[in-house]
Each structure stands twice: as structure tokens, then as C-alpha cells.
T-cell receptor, first 114, second 111 residues
Framework: EAQVTQNPRYLITVTGKKLTVTCSQNMNHEYMSWYRQDPGLGLRQIYYSMNVEVTDKGDVPEGYKVSRKEKRNFPLILESPSPNQTSLYFC?????????????FGQGTRLTVV | GIQVEQSPPDLILQEGANSTLRCNFSDSVNNLQWFHQNPWGQLINLFYIPSGTKQNGRLSATTVATERYSLLYISSSQTTDSGVYFCAAPRLGSNDYKLSFGAGTTVTVRA
């Protein structure tokens, strides 16, 4: 089954404790991205990757890192989480070609930083 | 990104009713997608519809790209249709495929 898989689904952590949210897709998509969703602010892009070893900042990159060593994986790293990073996070992927840019989203990760 | 406006912001329906959700966008777009966010927070793909009309069961969507709007139709609504409906699109010609999302329409279907 074609899908985008995020882990974990739920995470409660403490301020300053490094964490990684994993994202994997099995559709051989070139383009992957991370979004966060906050009440009143909607969904905003954090980082994106056009292909392996090609990443760039989205609208709200501060406090986050990403890497794209393999085509299927795009982990989101919070080196020193803070309470303002409490949010619902989504990983997304798409083919990456102009003719078909349909995006598929993971199940979401609810992160709480205390 | 582009500006995406959805209306209405909230919709309360009686089970079995029909409804139309609207999405206006400020610039030309490569494509347009409709999503349903269920009560568990998952974003479910409903339609990928750059133009024209598509149907999937009780749902259908129409995009008129030249007039910069899209409509989502829900017919014979069921309680499982409750949730938030989002439309999203990347700006035409953009290289990063970043989706600009509307604020959503919260649909509540009552039994």
C-alpha cells in the first residue's frame, strides 16, 4: 500500500531533550516536506527536500533540522525542543514533477514539549 | 505562497443534507487538492483536481482554474463526514511545490 509513515504518533518530551520524528514514503517520490499545524495559524511548511541531499527552508524553519540521505526517508530533528514547538506535525511527499504534484500526508505526530 | 480563502468557516448539517464548500485562490495554481481532517487529526486526500470535475461516491469537486475557485460538494451527508475540510494549492510556476492551505471549513453533521 502506498503511504507516508510517521513515527511516533504521539510524543511528550521535556524542554531541551533532542528528538527525531521519522518519515518514510514507499512511492519513490522525489519531493518531501514537513508542516506544522497550529490553531489559528493553519498549516505552515517547515522544511522541504527536492531530492536526496537537497533540502531548503520553508516558512518556519527556526529550531528544526532535516536530512535527506535516502530518497524514502526525511526525518525532522529538534535539537533543543521548546514549548513553542508543541504542535501537530505532518510529513508529506509528492512525485515532484510539474505534471503531477499531488501531495500525500502522513498520519501526523502530536508533539508536546513541557 | 498564494492566498487561499475558504467559505463558510463553519457548517452544521442535518444528516442527509447536501452542502457546498468553496475555495478561492489569489493566483494561478498548478493544481488544487481537497483534504478532510478527521477527528483524529489525520489528513485524508479527497481530490486532486487542477481543473474540471471529479466524483468519488457522495463527494464531488469542481475547479474552475481560470476563475480561481474550486467547489466541494457533499451529498446525503453522514455523521462520518464531520471534520475540517481544507483546500490547498501550490503557486503556478513555483519550484518548491509548497502547498498554501486555506483556514478550513469545519463541518458538523448531526444525526
Amino acid at each position: 500500500e502506498a503511504q507516508v509513515t510517521q513515527n511516533p504518533r504521539y510524543l511528550i518530551t521535556v524542554t531541551g531533550k533532542k528528538l527525531t520524528v521519522t518519515c518514510s514514503q514507499n512511492m519513490n517520490h522525489e519531493y518531501m516536506s514537513w508542516y506544522r499545524q497550529d490553531p489559528g495559524l493553519g498549516l505552515r511548511q517547515i522544511y522541504y527536500s527536492m531530492n536526496v541531499e537537497v533540502t531548503d527552508k520553508g516558512d518556519v524553519p527556526e529550531g528544526y533540522k532535516v536530512s535527506r540521505k535516502e530518497k524514502r526517508n526525511f526525518p525532522l530533528i529538534l535539537e533543543s525542543p521548546s514549548p513553542n514547538q508543541t504542535s501537530l506535525y505532518f510529513c508529506a511527499s509528492s512525485l515532484g514533477q510539474h505534471r503531477n504534484t499531488e501531495a500525500f500526508f502522513g498520519q501526523g505526530t502530536r508533539l508536546t514539549v513541557v | 505562497g498564494i492566498q487561499v480563502e475558504q467559505s463558510p468557516p463553519d457548517l452544521i448539517l442535518q444528516e442527509g443534507a447536501n452542502s457546498t464548500l468553496r475555495c478561492n485562490f489569489s493566483d494561478s495554481v498548478n493544481n488544487l487538492q481537497w483534504f478532510h481532517q478527521n477527528p483524529w487529526g489525520q489528513l485524508i486526500n479527497l481530490f486532486y483536481i487542477p481543473s474540471g470535475t471529479k466524483q468519488n461516491g457522495r463527494l464531488s469537486a469542481t475547479t474552475v482554474a481560470t476563475e480561481r475557485y474550486s467547489l466541494l460538494y457533499i451529498s446525503s451527508s453522514q455523521t462520518t463526514d464531520s471534520g475540517v475540510y481544507f483546500c490547498a494549492a501550490p503557486r503556478l510556476g513555483s519550484n518548491d511545490y509548497k502547498l498554501s492551505f486555506g483556514a478550513g471549513t469545519t463541518v458538523t453533521v448531526r444525526a
